[in-house]
Nanobody, 115 residues
């Protein structure tokens, strides 16, 4: 059974930084395109950043220049480095793998940014 477990969330003041991690088990990690999504209260889940099996990345406009997605296939771990955090970044952050024409998410980790 494939599991994605996020960690690294928490509370931070505006301008601060956090690093999210996502550990995968039960699968061959490097076979999948991966991503981070987020969902703020009352809003739909949205793509934050994605990374292909070859390492190509895409970012949402709202996080370009502030967030960096990376993967360590040897450690079966996906990362999201978040800098210059703003209150509008407050959300539950989910890591995901692309499988069966759909994103499959972990359980998420809460990020709260106060002004």
């Amino acid at each position: 059974q494939v599991q994605l477990v996020e960690s690294g969330g928490g509370s931070v003041q505006a301008g601060g930084s956090l690093r999210l991690s996502c550990a995968a088990s039960g699968t061959i990690f490097n076979l999948y395109h991966l991503a981070w999504h987020r969902q703020a209260p009352g809003k739909e889940r949205e793509l934050v950043a994605s990374i292909t099996t070859s390492g190509s990345t895409i970012y949402a406009d709202a996080v370009k220049g502030r967030f960096t997605i990376s993967r360590d296939n040897a450690k079966n771990t996906l990362y999201l480095e978040m800098n210059s955090l703003q209150p509008e970044d407050t959300a539950v952050y989910y890591c995901a793998r692309f499988y069966g024409f759909n994103w499959r998410w972990g359980q998420g980790t809460q990020v709260t940014v106060s002004s």
